[in-house]
Protein backbone atom coordinates (compact mmCIF):
# COMPACT_ATOMS: atom_id res chain seq x y z
CA UNK A 1 0.00 0.00 0.00
CA UNK A 2 1.44 3.04 -1.17
CA UNK A 3 -0.06 6.35 0.41
CA UNK A 4 1.12 9.93 -1.34
CA UNK A 5 1.07 12.94 0.90
CA UNK A 6 -0.35 16.18 0.08
CA UNK A 7 2.47 19.05 -0.18
CA UNK A 8 1.58 20.36 3.23
CA UNK A 9 0.72 17.90 5.25
CA UNK A 10 3.04 17.27 8.41
CA UNK A 11 4.67 14.03 7.60
CA UNK A 12 5.06 12.94 11.21
CA UNK A 13 1.50 13.27 12.07
CA UNK A 14 0.79 10.93 9.14
CA UNK A 15 2.87 8.40 10.46
CA UNK A 16 1.44 8.19 13.95
CA UNK A 17 -2.36 8.30 12.46
CA UNK A 18 -1.17 5.57 10.55
CA UNK A 19 1.15 3.82 13.45
CA UNK A 20 -1.68 3.99 15.91
CA UNK A 21 -4.01 2.03 13.72
CA UNK A 22 -1.28 -1.26 14.09
CA UNK A 23 0.68 -0.69 10.58
CA UNK A 24 4.03 -1.25 9.61
CA UNK A 25 4.90 1.74 8.41
CA UNK A 26 8.28 3.32 6.58
CA UNK A 27 8.82 6.50 4.95
CA UNK A 28 10.75 7.27 1.84
CA UNK A 29 11.49 10.93 0.61
CA UNK A 30 11.86 11.57 -3.04
CA UNK A 31 14.76 14.25 -2.86
CA UNK A 32 16.74 13.87 -6.17
CA UNK A 33 14.75 15.20 -8.60
CA UNK A 34 13.48 17.92 -6.34
CA UNK A 35 10.04 16.37 -5.82
CA UNK A 36 8.81 17.49 -2.31
CA UNK A 37 6.69 14.71 -2.29
CA UNK A 38 6.77 11.74 0.58
CA UNK A 39 5.60 8.05 0.35
CA UNK A 40 4.61 6.13 3.38
CA UNK A 41 4.55 2.37 2.83
CA UNK A 42 2.18 0.66 5.35
CA UNK A 43 1.94 -3.17 5.52
CA UNK A 44 -1.33 -4.07 4.19
CA UNK A 45 -3.81 -4.92 6.62
CA UNK A 46 -6.59 -6.65 6.28
CA UNK A 47 -8.67 -4.84 9.23
CA UNK A 48 -7.29 -0.72 7.43
CA UNK A 49 -9.17 0.16 4.02
CA UNK A 50 -7.68 2.09 1.57
CA UNK A 51 -10.72 4.26 1.96
CA UNK A 52 -10.12 4.60 5.63
CA UNK A 53 -6.69 5.78 5.54
CA UNK A 54 -7.97 7.99 2.37
CA UNK A 55 -9.37 10.32 5.34
CA UNK A 56 -6.75 10.90 7.52
CA UNK A 57 -5.75 14.33 7.19
CA UNK A 58 -2.20 15.02 4.88
CA UNK A 59 -3.19 12.20 2.86
CA UNK A 60 -3.74 13.00 -0.70
CA UNK A 61 -4.23 9.55 -1.75
CA UNK A 62 -3.83 5.95 -1.37
CA UNK A 63 -3.18 3.18 -3.95
CA UNK A 64 -3.02 -0.64 -3.18
CA UNK A 65 -1.49 -2.84 -5.05
CA UNK A 66 -1.50 -6.36 -5.39
CA UNK A 67 2.57 -7.11 -6.48
CA UNK A 68 5.46 -6.27 -4.08
CA UNK A 69 7.39 -3.94 -6.10
CA UNK A 70 4.95 -1.39 -7.46
CA UNK A 71 7.39 0.81 -8.54
CA UNK A 72 9.45 -1.78 -10.75
CA UNK A 73 5.98 -2.70 -12.28
CA UNK A 74 5.16 0.56 -13.11
CA UNK A 75 8.75 1.25 -14.47
CA UNK A 76 8.44 0.24 -18.01
CA UNK A 77 10.67 -1.09 -20.66
CA UNK A 78 12.84 2.02 -21.39
CA UNK A 79 15.40 4.23 -18.89
CA UNK A 80 16.89 7.25 -20.37
CA UNK A 81 20.37 7.43 -19.28
CA UNK A 82 21.83 11.04 -19.70
CA UNK A 83 19.78 11.30 -23.43
CA UNK A 84 20.28 7.83 -24.23
CA UNK A 85 17.23 5.66 -23.86
CA UNK A 86 17.91 2.04 -23.41
CA UNK A 87 15.35 -0.32 -24.36
CA UNK A 88 13.79 1.61 -26.89
CA UNK A 89 14.90 0.14 -29.78
CA UNK A 90 18.56 -0.46 -30.96
CA UNK A 91 20.61 -2.32 -28.73
CA UNK A 92 22.83 -0.20 -26.19
CA UNK A 93 26.27 -1.69 -26.30
CA UNK A 94 28.56 -1.04 -22.83
CA UNK A 95 31.38 -1.78 -23.58
CA UNK A 96 34.92 -1.56 -22.21
CA UNK A 97 37.85 -3.04 -19.92
CA UNK A 98 37.44 -4.77 -16.66
CA UNK A 99 39.41 -2.59 -14.68
CA UNK A 100 40.38 1.30 -15.62
CA UNK A 101 44.21 0.69 -15.79
CA UNK A 102 45.61 3.51 -16.38
CA UNK A 103 44.28 7.09 -18.29
CA UNK A 104 45.88 6.28 -21.72
CA UNK A 105 44.74 2.49 -21.46
CA UNK A 106 41.00 3.94 -21.09
CA UNK A 107 41.37 6.47 -24.10
CA UNK A 108 42.82 4.10 -26.09
CA UNK A 109 39.77 2.02 -25.81
CA UNK A 110 37.44 4.75 -25.66
CA UNK A 111 38.61 6.02 -29.08
CA UNK A 112 38.27 2.66 -30.41
CA UNK A 113 34.63 2.28 -29.01
CA UNK A 114 33.31 5.38 -30.16
CA UNK A 115 33.33 4.92 -33.45
CA UNK A 116 31.66 1.40 -33.47
CA UNK A 117 28.55 3.09 -32.01
CA UNK A 118 28.88 2.12 -28.59
CA UNK A 119 27.20 4.82 -26.58
CA UNK A 120 28.79 3.11 -23.05
CA UNK A 121 31.94 3.02 -22.02
CA UNK A 122 32.33 0.78 -19.16
CA UNK A 123 35.13 0.18 -16.64
CA UNK A 124 35.83 -0.40 -12.86
CA UNK A 125 37.59 1.87 -10.90
CA UNK A 126 36.73 -0.15 -7.44
CA UNK A 127 36.96 -3.94 -8.67
CA UNK A 128 35.32 -6.64 -6.01
CA UNK A 129 37.70 -9.10 -5.91
CA UNK A 130 37.62 -12.84 -4.92
CA UNK A 131 41.34 -12.61 -3.50
CA UNK A 132 42.09 -9.43 -1.26
CA UNK A 133 45.50 -9.93 -2.80
CA UNK A 134 43.94 -9.90 -6.49
CA UNK A 135 43.71 -5.75 -8.02
CA UNK A 136 41.08 -4.12 -6.64
CA UNK A 137 41.28 -1.03 -9.14
CA UNK A 138 42.85 2.62 -8.88
CA UNK A 139 40.04 3.92 -7.20
CA UNK A 140 38.71 7.63 -7.85
CA UNK A 141 41.61 8.63 -9.53
CA UNK A 142 40.49 5.89 -12.35
CA UNK A 143 36.79 7.97 -12.19
CA UNK A 144 38.44 10.64 -13.37
CA UNK A 145 40.59 8.71 -16.41
CA UNK A 146 37.33 6.81 -17.42
CA UNK A 147 35.13 10.35 -17.60
CA UNK A 148 37.66 12.26 -19.42
CA UNK A 149 38.00 9.59 -21.83
CA UNK A 150 34.11 9.16 -22.57
CA UNK A 151 33.37 13.11 -22.74
CA UNK A 152 36.45 13.46 -25.25
CA UNK A 153 34.85 10.43 -27.39
CA UNK A 154 30.85 11.41 -26.07
CA UNK A 155 30.26 8.35 -24.83
CA UNK A 156 28.27 7.86 -21.29
CA UNK A 157 29.98 6.13 -18.31
CA UNK A 158 28.98 3.02 -16.50
CA UNK A 159 31.29 1.74 -13.48
CA UNK A 160 30.63 0.43 -10.28
CA UNK A 161 29.69 1.69 -6.81
CA UNK A 162 31.19 -0.99 -4.63
CA UNK A 163 30.44 0.46 -1.17
CA UNK A 164 28.35 3.40 0.63
CA UNK A 165 31.65 5.49 0.53
CA UNK A 166 32.04 5.07 -3.04
CA UNK A 167 28.64 6.39 -3.82
CA UNK A 168 29.45 9.96 -4.08
CA UNK A 169 32.35 10.28 -6.21
CA UNK A 170 30.54 7.63 -8.83
CA UNK A 171 26.98 9.37 -9.26
CA UNK A 172 28.81 12.38 -9.54
CA UNK A 173 31.02 11.09 -12.41
CA UNK A 174 28.74 7.95 -13.62
CA UNK A 175 26.01 8.46 -15.69
CA UNK A 176 24.40 4.97 -14.85
CA UNK A 177 25.86 3.41 -11.95
CA UNK A 178 26.60 -0.23 -11.64
CA UNK A 179 25.43 -2.29 -8.73
CA UNK A 180 27.27 -5.88 -8.73
CA UNK A 181 26.34 -9.10 -8.25
CA UNK A 182 28.12 -9.39 -5.00
CA UNK A 183 26.64 -6.25 -3.87
CA UNK A 184 22.70 -6.77 -5.25
CA UNK A 185 21.58 -7.58 -1.96
CA UNK A 186 22.94 -5.08 -0.17
CA UNK A 187 20.43 -2.88 0.91
CA UNK A 188 21.76 -0.14 2.53
CA UNK A 189 24.22 0.09 -0.82
CA UNK A 190 20.88 0.09 -2.77
CA UNK A 191 19.36 3.04 -0.68
CA UNK A 192 22.44 5.03 -0.81
CA UNK A 193 22.94 4.92 -4.29
CA UNK A 194 18.87 5.32 -4.84
CA UNK A 195 19.21 8.69 -2.90
CA UNK A 196 21.29 9.98 -5.42
CA UNK A 197 18.73 9.53 -8.34
CA UNK A 198 20.95 8.12 -11.18
CA UNK A 199 19.41 5.77 -12.91
CA UNK A 200 21.21 2.29 -12.11
CA UNK A 201 22.39 -1.11 -13.73
CA UNK A 202 21.57 -3.56 -11.35
CA UNK A 203 23.23 -6.87 -11.96
CA UNK A 204 21.82 -10.23 -10.52
CA UNK A 205 23.55 -11.65 -7.62
CA UNK A 206 25.24 -14.81 -8.46
CA UNK A 207 22.43 -16.73 -6.28
CA UNK A 208 19.64 -14.37 -6.69
CA UNK A 209 16.24 -15.31 -7.67
CA UNK A 210 14.02 -13.17 -9.78
CA UNK A 211 11.82 -12.16 -7.30
CA UNK A 212 14.75 -11.25 -4.80
CA UNK A 213 16.11 -9.45 -8.23
CA UNK A 214 12.79 -7.43 -8.58
CA UNK A 215 12.88 -6.68 -5.43
CA UNK A 216 16.29 -5.14 -4.80
CA UNK A 217 15.27 -2.90 -8.13
CA UNK A 218 12.20 -1.71 -5.84
CA UNK A 219 14.31 -0.72 -2.89
CA UNK A 220 16.42 1.53 -5.54
CA UNK A 221 13.14 3.09 -7.37
CA UNK A 222 11.30 3.65 -3.69
CA UNK A 223 14.95 5.32 -2.69
CA UNK A 224 14.97 7.72 -5.26
CA UNK A 225 16.75 6.08 -8.37
CA UNK A 226 15.19 7.53 -11.83
CA UNK A 227 15.23 4.09 -13.23
CA UNK A 228 16.36 0.64 -13.29
CA UNK A 229 18.08 -1.29 -15.87
CA UNK A 230 18.97 -5.49 -14.90
CA UNK A 231 21.89 -7.26 -16.13
CA UNK A 232 21.96 -10.72 -16.77
CA UNK A 233 25.40 -11.97 -16.19
CA UNK A 234 25.65 -15.37 -15.29
CA UNK A 235 24.44 -17.40 -11.71
CA UNK A 236 26.06 -20.09 -9.96
CA UNK A 237 25.44 -23.52 -11.17
CA UNK A 238 26.66 -27.55 -10.85
CA UNK A 239 29.20 -26.99 -13.47
CA UNK A 240 32.07 -24.89 -13.82
CA UNK A 241 32.59 -26.20 -17.84
CA UNK A 242 31.75 -22.33 -17.93
CA UNK A 243 32.46 -19.08 -15.28
CA UNK A 244 28.94 -18.94 -14.76
CA UNK A 245 25.30 -20.05 -16.38
CA UNK A 246 23.66 -17.52 -18.41
CA UNK A 247 20.24 -17.19 -17.66
CA UNK A 248 18.59 -16.65 -20.82
CA UNK A 249 15.51 -17.55 -19.81
CA UNK A 250 15.27 -14.92 -16.87
CA UNK A 251 16.40 -12.23 -19.82
CA UNK A 252 12.89 -13.65 -21.85
CA UNK A 253 10.74 -13.22 -18.51
CA UNK A 254 12.06 -9.68 -17.70
CA UNK A 255 11.86 -8.26 -21.53
CA UNK A 256 8.69 -9.94 -22.33
CA UNK A 257 6.76 -10.56 -19.50
CA UNK A 258 7.60 -7.91 -17.00
CA UNK A 259 8.46 -5.84 -19.93
CA UNK A 260 11.70 -4.42 -18.20
CA UNK A 261 14.83 -3.20 -19.61
CA UNK A 262 17.61 -6.04 -19.51
CA UNK A 263 21.04 -5.88 -20.06
CA UNK A 264 23.26 -9.41 -21.13
CA UNK A 265 26.84 -9.54 -19.76
CA UNK A 266 28.37 -12.69 -21.63
CA UNK A 267 31.97 -11.53 -20.84
CA UNK A 268 31.22 -12.54 -17.19
CA UNK A 269 28.23 -14.72 -17.89
CA UNK A 270 30.97 -17.34 -20.02
CA UNK A 271 34.50 -15.84 -18.69
CA UNK A 272 35.48 -16.71 -22.40
CA UNK A 273 35.77 -14.51 -25.16
CA UNK A 274 35.38 -17.39 -27.54
CA UNK A 275 31.52 -17.47 -26.58
CA UNK A 276 30.28 -13.91 -26.51
CA UNK A 277 29.58 -13.54 -30.20
CA UNK A 278 26.93 -16.55 -29.63
CA UNK A 279 25.74 -15.78 -26.23
CA UNK A 280 25.48 -11.93 -26.82
CA UNK A 281 23.48 -13.14 -30.75
CA UNK A 282 21.12 -15.23 -28.49
CA UNK A 283 20.99 -13.03 -25.87
CA UNK A 284 19.41 -9.74 -27.89
CA UNK A 285 17.18 -12.63 -29.84
CA UNK A 286 15.70 -13.59 -26.14
CA UNK A 287 15.06 -9.83 -25.73
CA UNK A 288 17.93 -8.25 -23.65
CA UNK A 289 18.13 -4.32 -24.64
CA UNK A 290 21.73 -4.53 -25.33
CA UNK A 291 25.04 -6.64 -24.19
CA UNK A 292 28.02 -5.52 -21.99
CA UNK A 293 30.68 -6.45 -22.92
CA UNK A 294 34.55 -6.49 -22.03
CA UNK A 295 37.52 -5.40 -24.21
CA UNK A 296 41.50 -5.00 -23.34
CA UNK A 297 44.47 -4.01 -25.84
CA UNK A 298 46.23 -6.84 -24.31
CA UNK A 299 44.07 -9.35 -22.50
CA UNK A 300 47.20 -11.50 -21.17
CA UNK A 301 48.09 -8.41 -19.34
CA UNK A 302 44.91 -7.44 -18.25
CA UNK A 303 45.10 -6.73 -14.40
CA UNK A 304 41.32 -8.36 -13.87
CA UNK A 305 39.57 -11.31 -16.17
CA UNK A 306 42.10 -11.05 -19.18
CA UNK A 307 40.75 -14.10 -20.46
CA UNK A 308 37.11 -13.48 -21.01
CA UNK A 309 38.10 -9.58 -22.72
CA UNK A 310 37.85 -9.14 -26.20
CA UNK A 311 41.38 -8.50 -27.74
CA UNK A 312 40.95 -4.33 -28.92
CA UNK A 313 42.44 -5.41 -32.45
CA UNK A 314 38.83 -7.46 -32.53
CA UNK A 315 35.96 -5.66 -30.53
CA UNK A 316 35.32 -3.92 -34.41
CA UNK A 317 34.29 -7.48 -35.75
CA UNK A 318 32.51 -8.53 -33.17
CA UNK A 319 30.14 -5.20 -33.19
CA UNK A 320 29.49 -6.38 -36.43
CA UNK A 321 28.58 -9.94 -35.58
CA UNK A 322 26.92 -8.46 -33.04
CA UNK A 323 24.88 -5.96 -35.05
CA UNK A 324 24.02 -8.66 -37.42
CA UNK A 325 25.69 -7.74 -40.16
CA UNK A 326 28.92 -9.98 -40.23
CA UNK A 327 29.06 -13.53 -41.45
CA UNK A 328 32.08 -15.13 -39.78
CA UNK A 329 31.80 -18.75 -37.96
CA UNK A 330 31.05 -18.14 -34.45
CA UNK A 331 34.56 -20.11 -33.49
CA UNK A 332 36.92 -17.62 -35.53
CA UNK A 333 37.62 -15.73 -31.83
CA UNK A 334 40.79 -16.22 -30.41
CA UNK A 335 39.45 -19.29 -28.22
CA UNK A 336 40.29 -19.08 -24.30
CA UNK A 337 39.06 -20.12 -21.29
CA UNK A 338 39.26 -19.62 -17.52
CA UNK A 339 38.70 -16.55 -15.64
CA UNK A 340 40.41 -14.59 -12.87
C1 LIG B 1 32.00 -6.08 -13.53
O1 LIG B 1 31.08 -5.79 -14.33
O2 LIG B 1 33.11 -5.58 -13.61
C2 LIG B 1 31.75 -7.06 -12.46
C3 LIG B 1 32.57 -7.17 -11.43
O3 LIG B 1 30.64 -7.78 -12.67
P1 LIG B 1 29.80 -8.74 -11.69
O4 LIG B 1 29.35 -7.88 -10.55
O5 LIG B 1 28.70 -9.19 -12.58
O6 LIG B 1 30.72 -9.85 -11.26
MN1 LIG C 1 35.23 -8.18 -15.05
Known amino acids: MIVSLKADANPAEVLRALVSRGLWVSQVERNASGEPRHYV????????????LATIEGISSVTTSKVEHPRVTAQGPVVDVAGVSVGA?????????????????IREIAERLAPLGVAFLRGGAYKPRTSPYAFQGHGEVALGWLRRAAEATKMKVVTEALSEADVPAVAELADLVQVGSRNMQNYALLKAVGRTGRPVLLKRGMSATMDEWLHSGEYLLAGGSRGVIFCERGIRSFDDATRNLLDLGAVALLAHVHKLPVIVDPSHGAGR????????????????AGLMIETHADPASALSDGPQ??????????????RGSGARSAGALSPNGGAS
Open 89 to 105: GAPAFMVGPCSVESEAH
Open 41 to 52: IASYSAATSAEE
Open 309 to 322: AIPLGEITAVMREL
Open 273 to 288: RDLIVPLGRAALAAGA
